[in-house]
């Protein structure tokens, strides 16, 4: 059995990750600190970025840290905890500042300062921006600059148990895909940044590794999620391959129409057009799509509209969407300024995530602290982004709390005492190895194929949390999924070997996401109204009287608990909404 003890264990390499290993390196303590990701190199999913990062940068703009936290505030439907948006508002152009000095070259104005486009539900420009690669050009100066630092990588590891006794952090057990051997992290302090679970859906702009098992291990390690049926369906993805078009495309003027070239975001937020917050324009979209007015993808038969492009000169095309115009070449044949794009809604971000204070503790079931474990990113549901996310705060987000849980990690290893719990953590070790290799790998011949299971799971989830939702849909979608689940332990894993095996690799990712959408559709299922990204076609309107609360699950024996608490408002009161 193989042993690494580390002073502080930080689990995901993007940039919420990095920032946090970045951070720790940087206390001035003299630390061990160790990076475990299951990608190789700087693969993380932040380095699909394009937008930008919101921060306010010039007040002398007319803008401010506090319309910055009000327009959050405002884009997620007031189910954000306002000292969190504070938080954010005011840290971020410090973040900003700091990935430059490491090396992000952010695109500028003519009078030198940093440039900063429109997004939406922002009431000013403060979004900077590297063209339309920003996660690549971040991605790649701070794993340059981590590499340099007193940093050990763990790369091709997928962690599959968190160690907590006692509410107290002891650790992790990964699974090594290069050696097919698990492996424990024993660790004074950890940071769980592994982003969302996208790949759960059957059409995400997410990446393939952004599967959502680790929600599920930290509700099975005795965690609690927090605001799971919160899950952001990005406007314009490509159709049919899913990659996302970014925001900045209609942030520098782009239109979407339907099939008989209108303007119909006129209908549904006449203020903000198309840079309305990103759940008004999905469900617009989808709406001009039942009414008939959309397109009709051929191969897919996929519905979809256009992003139109085609009044943009096209030299601003190639030098702030540089991105957009390979991608819409290589994957559709079509020159964007020629061609409308054919965009549609697809998942792209979860505002919930593991159960965390405004600093990014990570709490029990019961609110109290899990000592030594911090949360940060779209793991972590700070509470910051509510019912909805505004485009380009994610960015802010994953350095902002990077940065802290990074920096309160290092403090409390540098101040707690050696660890005396190896029996507790070895232990863990020896059940997880029996899990992963005696019950997951080895079994008879016969069973079912991993693919059909997740393709259960992943019909479920687009049954009952789509776009729109209704009570009698999630009640079917719950009883689509117990079956799904039930059946992962009859998957016939074919290959038996344990180097880079990617069967065993998918079904412990599905193992942990299932668990996971479990507390999507229960949150969904109980949450009577519509707010945000979720909408309830049964219960249409907002209802702040009975849900301005935050819905927290975790498990209770074989099955899972749901209760609710405040939002923490201390700022501004609930308002209409409107765009």
Request: glycine letters at 12%; hydrophobic letters at 40%; one cysteine or more.
């Given at each position: 059995m193989d042993h690494i003890s580390c002073d502080v264990l930080i689990i995901g390499s993007g940039l919420a990750g990095l920032r946090a290993a970045a951070a720790a390196a940087e206390s001035g303590g003299r630390l061990d600190i160790c990076v475990v990701t299951k990608v190789s190199g700087p693969r993380s999913h932040s380095i699909s970025a394009e937008g930008g990062m919101a921060g306010v940068l010039y007040p002398d703009s007319g803008d401010s840290p506090e319309l910055h936290a009000y327009d959050t505030v405002k884009g997620g439907d007031f189910l954000v905890d306002q000292d969190a948006a504070m938080v954010l508002a005011e840290e971020a152009p410090r973040e900003i500042a700091y990935l430059e000095k490491i090396g992000v070259a952010w695109t500028r104005t003519p009078d030198g300062r940093i440039a900063q486009r429109l997004f939406g539900g922002m009431s000013r420009p403060r979004t900077a921006f590297a063209k339309d690669k920003t996660g690549l050009y971040i991605m790649s100066a701070i794993y340059r600059h981590v590499k340099k630092l007193p940093v050990e990588f763990y790369e091709?590891?997928?962690?599959?148990?968190?160690?907590?006794?006692?509410?107290?952090?002891?650790?992790?057990?990964?699974?090594?895909?290069?050696?097919?051997?698990?492996?424990?992290?024993?660790?004074?302090?950890?940071?769980?940044?592994?982003?969302?679970?996208?790949?759960?859906?059957?059409?995400?702009?997410?990446?393939?590794?952004?599967?959502?098992?680790?929600?599920?291990?930290?509700?099975?390690?005795?965690?609690?999620?927090?605001?799971?049926?919160?899950?952001?369906?990005?406007?314009?993805?490509?159709?049919?391959?899913?990659?996302?078009?970014?925001?900045?495309?209609?942030?520098?003027?782009?239109?979407?129409?339907?099939?008989?070239?209108e303007r119909f975001m006129k209908r549904y937020a006449p203020q903000k057009m198309e840079l309305a917050p990103r759940d008004i324009v999905s469900r617009a979209i989808a709406s001009e799509c039942e009414a008939g007015r959309g397109f009709i993808?051929?191969?897919?038969?996929?519905?979809?509209?256009?992003?139109?492009?085609?009044?943009?000169?096209?030299?601003?095309?190639?030098?702030?969407?540089?991105?957009?115009?390979?991608?819409?070449?290589?994957?559709?044949?079509?020159?964007?300024?020629?061609?409308?794009?054919?965009?549609?809604?697809?998942?792209?971000?979860?505002?919930?995530?593991?159960?965390?204070?405004?600093?990014?503790?990570?709490?029990?079931?019961?609110?109290?602290?899990?000592?030594?474990?911090?949360?940060?990113?779209?793991?972590?549901?700070?509470?910051?982004?509510?019912?909805?996310?505004?485009?380009?705060?994610?960015?802010?987000?994953?350095?902002?709390?990077?940065?802290?849980?990074?920096?309160?990690?290092?403090?409390?290893?540098?101040?707690?005492?050696s660890q005396t719990e190896d029996r507790e953590a070895r232990a863990a070790l020896?059940?997880?190895?029996?899990?992963?290799?005696?019950?997951?790998?080895?079994?008879?011949?016969?069973?079912?194929?991993?693919?059909?299971?997740?393709?259960?799971?992943?019909?479920?989830?687009?049954?009952?949390?789509?776009?729109?939702?209704?009570?009698?849909?999630?009640?079917?979608?719950?009883?689509?999924?117990?079956?799904?689940?039930?059946?992962?332990?009859?998957?016939?894993?074919?290959?038996?070997?344990?180097?880079?095996?990617?069967?065993?690799?998918?079904?412990?990712?599905?193992?942990?996401?299932?668990?996971?959408?479990?507390?999507?559709?229960?949150?969904?299922?109980?949450?009577?109204?519509?707010?945000?990204?979720?909408?309830?076609?049964?219960?249409?309107?907002r209802d702040d009287e009975n849900w301005l609360k935050h819905t927290v699950a975790y498990r209770y024996g074989g099955g899972v608990v749901v209760r609710w608490e405040p939002v923490r408002i201390v700022k501004w009161p609930p308002e209409v909404r409107t765009y």
């Open positions: 091709e590891h997928m962690v599959t148990r968190l160690v907590v006794k006692n509410k107290r952090f002891l650790g992790a057990v990964a699974l090594d895909l290069r050696r097919g051997e698990a492996r424990l992290f024993k660790a004074k302090a950890g940071v769980v940044a592994t982003g969302g679970g996208g790949r759960m859906f059957k059409f995400t702009t997410m990446g393939y590794a952004n599967t959502g098992e680790m929600l599920g291990f930290a509700l099975r390690s005795g965690l609690a999620l927090k605001d799971m049926e919160f899950v952001q369906w990005h406007p314009t993805a490509l159709v049919p391959s899913g990659i996302l078009v970014s925001e900045a495309a209609r942030g520098e003027g782009g239109y979407l129409v339907n099939k008989q070239g993808h051929e191969e897919s038969g996929m519905c979809y509209v256009g992003l139109d492009l085609r009044h943009i000169d096209r030299e601003r095309l190639k030098e702030r969407l540089p991105l957009l115009l390979e991608v819409a070449r290589t994957y559709a044949g079509l020159d964007p300024s020629e061609d409308l794009i054919p965009v549609a809604p697809a998942v792209h971000y979860f505002m919930g995530g593991i159960h965390v204070d405004t600093y990014g503790r990570v709490l029990a079931p019961d609110g109290s602290w899990v000592k030594g474990l911090w949360a940060a990113g779209e793991a972590a549901a700070v509470s910051v982004h509510g019912a909805n996310r505004l485009g380009s705060n994610s960015l802010s987000e994953c350095s902002v709390w990077g940065r802290l849980t990074g920096e309160a990690a290092a403090k409390y290893a540098m101040e707690a005492p020896e059940d997880e190895e029996r899990r992963l290799f005696d019950r997951l790998l080895h079994r008879e011949s016969g069973g079912i194929s991993l693919g059909e299971v997740k393709a259960a799971v992943q019909n479920a989830l687009h049954t009952g949390a789509g776009i729109f939702r209704h009570g009698s849909l999630l009640e079917r979608a719950v009883s689509e999924l117990m079956r799904a689940s039930a059946r992962i332990l009859q998957v016939n894993v074919h290959d038996v070997g344990t180097v880079y095996n990617m069967e065993l690799k998918e079904l412990v990712e599905l193992d942990g996401a299932a668990l996971a959408a479990q507390v999507i559709l229960l949150g969904a299922y109980f949450r009577r109204e519509s707010r945000g990204a979720h909408y309830r076609l049964d219960y249409p309107r």
